[in-house]
């Protein structure tokens, strides 16, 4: 069965350093890998996904994540943190044609 | 085109009642997740619809059921409230429904409390 893990429940960083969160994942076939991320009370909205088109996917608010099969990895890296991406984020996997299943989330912390 | 709308948007509920929620989802999505959101549990998937049917589970008991409409309008109900059903409700959105690489589009969520 798939499953996500995502190591650290908080992430602390100063603004401008770089941001990574940790997404290992268990797929017995190739998976479709997502990042969510939730600002307060609001729902989830998409950053990016991999679909095996390429490894280096780029996401939005610059955001990116490397698909690693060899590490069944899939972090998400931004080089400078802002402010404004203080929130929780969720790594999510898919086989074909069930469900989606997310991570435990990682709340990033951005202090000034 | 409008996002994915929840409604209520807040509810506070007693033990042992029942609630219903409702989901509107992007014109033209046919397919309606629901999960629940909780600190300790995370996010779990409820059950997803597909132009009417139920076509994916998740691991809840039955106290918890959902509907969709022809529109693909959906509701959610759970029935005789527990206290661990405290969390946020959110319903997604898509075009063909859960798997692949079918993006999911979220609603804000209802925050449902049991007192």
């Known amino acids: 069965a798939q499953s996500v893990t995502q190591l650290g429940s908080h992430v602390s960083v100063s603004e401008g350093a770089l941001v990574l969160l940790r997404c290992n994942y268990s797929?017995?076939?190739?998976?479709?890998l997502f990042w969510y991320v939730q600002y307060p009370n609001q729902g989830l909205q998409l950053l990016l996904k991999y679909t095996s088109a390429a490894t280096l996917v780029k996401g939005i608010n610059g955001f990116e994540a490397e698909f690693k099969k060899s590490e069944t990895s899939f972090h998400l890296t931004k080089p400078s943190a802002h402010m404004s991406d203080a929130a929780e984020y969720f790594c999510a996997v898919s086989e074909s044609l069930q469900k989606l299943v997310f991570g435990t989330g990682t709340r990033l912390l951005v202090s000034p | 085109k409008a996002g994915v709308t929840q409604t209520p948007r807040y509810l506070i509920k007693t033990r042992g009642q029942q609630v219903t929620l409702s989901c509107s989802p992007i014109?033209?999505?046919?397919?309606v997740s629901w999960y629940q959101q909780t600190p300790g549990q995370g996010l779990q998937f409820l059950f997803e619809y597909f132009s009417e049917t139920q076509r994916n589970k998740g691991n809840f008991p039955g106290r918890f059921s959902g509907r969709q409409f022809s529109n693909s309008r959906s509701e959610m109900n759970v029935s005789t409230l527990e206290l661990g059903d405290s969390a946020l409700y959110l319903c997604a959105s898509s075009l063909f429904g859960q798997g692949a690489d079918n993006e999911q589009f979220f609603g804000p969520g209802t925050r449902l409390t049991v007192l």
């Open positions: 014109s033209g999505h046919r397919s």
């Open positions: 797929s017995s076939v190739p998976p479709y």
